[in-house]
């Protein structure tokens, strides 16, 4: 074969002191070569070597414990580290917190979008995202803890405006994962969740001289794979191990409605357990309209999909994942990430182009942190280490912005078995704060670029408007004084037609929500015009214009 086929533990042995290492794959291992992770631990273990390793993954890489980049977290291993969210890895995010090891956070469409920036031997990747966020060198520059001292992102100016412009990476080795690869090396992903960045990540390490290491659920014969299922070409995959036991995600063995191999039947049963996460996603949800192309983020976004399914108005919206799902019911919970029923499974770069340029109509995102000027803080709150994933990307030029979450955190307990809430016991952390920690969303560029922004949460929903945060709803029989505003930081203004929350949102039974997208129902052809008028203004977003050798390594697997 092309590639050489190999054990794991002689993939692992393929690892160099001083290596920049990207693993491919995302989240609760979707995609993730977590054959290569655990050898490469049990390799330091036994041996103290690699070392000094830089280790890049796209998407945070774990199941919020001891599996995943975690499992990379060993003393001396690691010297810096370069994601999206560190959230769901906290072992690593502990040796970052104390300062042991140097670590950056990057939006993560922008890394997706580098794989292919460094396979096109571009000098890195220029860009809108983050400009007045924690990631513009002028806060924080990403770097994530007092030992990261080295500036990576820089502002430039080209054709009057500031952008980002965030230098390329070496790639000495990228790990990646498969379904099937051939005596050839070519690879197939029919049973994936998702395709993610293994394309351009495998033609970075190839274009930088680095080598290309496969993890394989299984081998089949030179020229038995039909070329058009080919997603990345034998020739510049360098090794391929064979993992029999290789599992969808960390959750799930297998799903063959997560790989599109089967349709998941449109029943939806009974409506799911009323509860405050709930609650918020189906006041998210009225903010949907018909023909809207959508993202749904990480937490109680998730839950949208879901609702919007139990309605019976899910295949009147296109819901995508930045993970490259595109239609369909994303998937919630450990899963989040995947989808079924979907309409196109992208590659992740791809995915972030169109949410970049402002493809989307809406998206649903969580917040942590919201102070009197709008901004957001997604990534830095609590003692533990985190980080936005898309959220920058996504929240940049989309139309509509809904942030979602329960307005005090730490014990609160809301009752609704009254079909109204009541507030039983109220959390011990506020979370409209006079000033955010880090800033995550740019409230007052958002305004700049003509966005519209709900902040929704189980007892009220805020506008953001030129003079801060406006209320603009309070759930029925509660008091705007001693529900709401007594438990804020700042004071916002309240509109003289505040009016009640929907009593639908509240009620264990389903909304009824079929006949409102009917009335609403518009096609999205034939709207040239309304919808240049709609479009986010991206001269004052910085929205990009488009943009129109090495010798190989000599490693051999011992």
């Known amino acids: 074969m092309s590639a050489r086929l190999v054990s794991v533990e002689q993939a692992a042995e393929l690892v160099r002191d001083g290596d920049v290492l990207w693993i491919g794959g995302s989240g609760a291992g979707h995609g993730v070569p977590q054959a290569f992770i655990d050898q490469l631990a049990a390799r330091f273990t036994r041996s103290a070597s690699p070392r000094d390793l830089t280790t890049v993954r796209v998407v945070g890489i774990g ?88 500036q990576l992102v820089q502002v430039v100016e080209l054709a009057g405006r500031e952008w980002l412009f965030y230098p390329a990476l070496p790639v000495d080795v990228a790990v990646i994962r498969a379904t099937t690869a051939d005596e050839d090396g070519n690879l197939t992903f029919e049973r994936e969740p998702i395709l993610g960045d293994s394309l351009a ?48 995600t960390y959750n799930t063995a297998h799903s063959p409605f997560y790989s599109g191999e089967l349709r998941m039947p449109s029943d939806a049963g009974p409506p799911t357990t009323l509860d405050v996460r709930k609650v918020i996603a189906r006041r998210a949800l009225l903010e949907f309209r018909p023909g809207d192309i959508c993202n749904l983020g990480f937490g109680i976004s998730q839950q949208i999909g879901a609702v919007a399914a139990e309605e019976g108005v899910a295949d009147r919206l296109t819901l995508t994942v930045e993970q490259g799902i595109f239609g369909g019911v994303p998937a919630h919970g450990p899963d989040g990430g995947a989808g079924v029923n979907y309409q196109a499974r992208l590659e992740q770069p791809s995915m972030f182009d169109f949410y970049d340029g402002g493809g989307l109509d809406i998206t649903s995102l969580s917040f942590a942190q919201v102070d009197r000027h709008g901004n957001v803080n997604v990534h830095a709150f609590g003692e533990r280490m985190r980080g ?17 979450g329960t307005f005090t955190a730490g014990g609160l307990r ?80 309240v509109s003289e037609r505040l009016r009640p929350m929907d009593a639908r949102l509240f009620r264990a039974a389903r909304m009824g929500i079929t006949d409102d997208f009917a009335t609403g129902e518009r096609s999205r052809h034939g709207r040239t015009g309304q919808r240049d008028a709609r479009r986010v203004r991206g001269d004052r977003a910085g929205q990009p214009a488009d943009e129109r050798g090495l010798p190989r390594a000599d490693r051999s697997a011992p």
Not at 106 to 135: E, K, M, N, W
Not at 441 to 451: D, I, S, T, Y
């Open 201 to 248: 990540l495998a033609m970075a390490a190839h274009n930088s001289g680095g080598i290309v290491i496969v993890q394989a659920e299984r081998l089949a014969a030179r020229g038995s794979l039909r070329p058009n299922e080919v997603r990345i070409p034998g020739a510049i995959v360098d090794y391929v191990y064979v993992d029999e036991r290789q599992r969808q």
């Open 63 to 150: 199941d919020f414990d001891e599996r995943g980049m975690s499992q990379l977290a060993l003393p001396g291993l690691t010297r810096r580290t370069i994601g999206s969210n560190i959230g769901n890895e906290p072992r690593l995010g502990a040796l970052v917190a104390g300062d042991e090891i140097e670590s950056y956070s990057f939006p993560q469409g922008v890394l997706s979008a580098l794989c292919r920036d460094i396979a096109a031997g571009r000098p890195g990747h220029l860009t809108h995202v983050g400009l007045g966020t924690y990631v513009d060198p002028r806060q924080t520059g990403g770097r994530q803890n007092a030992r990261t001292a080295e």
């Open 414 to 493: 809301v009752g609704l078995a009254g079909g109204a809430p009541a507030i039983e016991r109220e959390g011990a952390q506020r979370k409209f704060v006079d000033t955010v920690r880090e800033i995550s969303f740019n409230g007052r560029m958002a305004l700049e670029k003509g966005q519209t922004v709900r902040y929704v949460t189980e007892r009220a929903v805020f506008a953001l408007t030129p003079e801060g945060l406006e209320l603009i709803e309070v759930a029925d029989g509660l008091d705007v004084r001693k529900d709401v505003l007594a438990h804020m930081e700042f004071r916002p203004t």
């Open 388 to 404: 936005p994933g898309g959220f920058l990307n996504i929240s940049a030029l989309t139309r509509r912005l809904c942030f979602v």
